[in-house]
């Protein structure tokens, strides 16, 4: 079946403006969740939801960040005013249920974003 | 000082080689321990998890927890260049912690034909 899908793959925007990332998860995944990952650097957690709910947004940099999920399904990461620290490989990842013994995630191909 | 340390690499062997791939943790509630492949430009892909200390095996991937040293390893045996990627560890603690994972910051391994 489909895995997880994200767009667009890459994304070049100036600085000051707003980008919009895109994630749809696996079918049937309740579970969703946002990673950034800088040059060289491992995942860093961003945001999860268990169905439309972000019960832990601790990750999100600052409040130029925010992240909605509706339906269960699409996810939207939004940064307002980006700026060029904002610069990296976004990625989302779905799994079955949050909490599950081993939450597997599975994981897109992520969005590279380019802030100039 | 960050939760999980993984040896940076780059690391480079020739094809046939034992791989030993490291991480060091200090939070003691993780419970449950993955090692992810990460294939350039692509997203990480779950190749195996532990829970708790002990060791399991798959083909030629071993993967060993020592919760007493807060050590993790993932051994691969007769590498193969398809083997070429970045190797992230993660690590979650137990239900209840929305199984978000933290992540090592990766080691890159070149397997030369």
């Known amino acids: 079946g489909a895995g997880v899908s994200q767009s667009p793959s890459n994304k070049v925007t100036e600085k000051g403006k707003d980008v919009e990332l895109r994630c749809d998860p696996i079918s049937g995944h309740t579970a969703l969740y946002w990673y950034r990952q800088s040059l060289g650097q491992g995942l860093e957690f961003l945001i999860y939801?268990?169905?439309?709910?972000?019960?832990?947004k601790s990750g999100l940099p600052s409040d130029r960040f925010s992240a909605e999920r509706t339906g269960g399904s699409v996810s939207t990461l939004t940064i307002q005013r980006t700026q060029q620290e904002d610069s990296a490989v976004y990625l989302c990842a779905s799994s079955t249920q949050v909490g599950a013994t081993i939450d597997t995630q599975y994981f897109g191909p992520g969005t590279r974003l380019t802030v100039l | 000082q960050k939760e999980v340390e993984q040896d940076p690499g780059p690391l480079s062997v020739p094809e046939g080689a034992i791989v030993s791939l490291n991480c060091t943790y200090s939070n003691s509630a993780f419970q449950y321990f993955m090692w992810y492949r990460q294939y350039s430009r692509k997203g990480p892909e779950l190749l195996m998890y532990t829970y708790s200390s002990g060791n399991k095996e798959d083909g030629r991937f071993t993967a060993q927890v020592d919760k007493s040293s807060k050590y993790i390893s993932l051994f691969i045996r007769d590498s193969q260049p398809s083997d070429s990627a970045t190797y992230l560890c993660a690590m979650s603690a137990l239900y209840g912690n929305a199984g978000k994972s933290t992540f090592g910051d990766g080691t890159t391994l070149t397997v030369k034909p």
């Open positions: 939801f268990q169905g439309n709910s972000a019960p832990d």
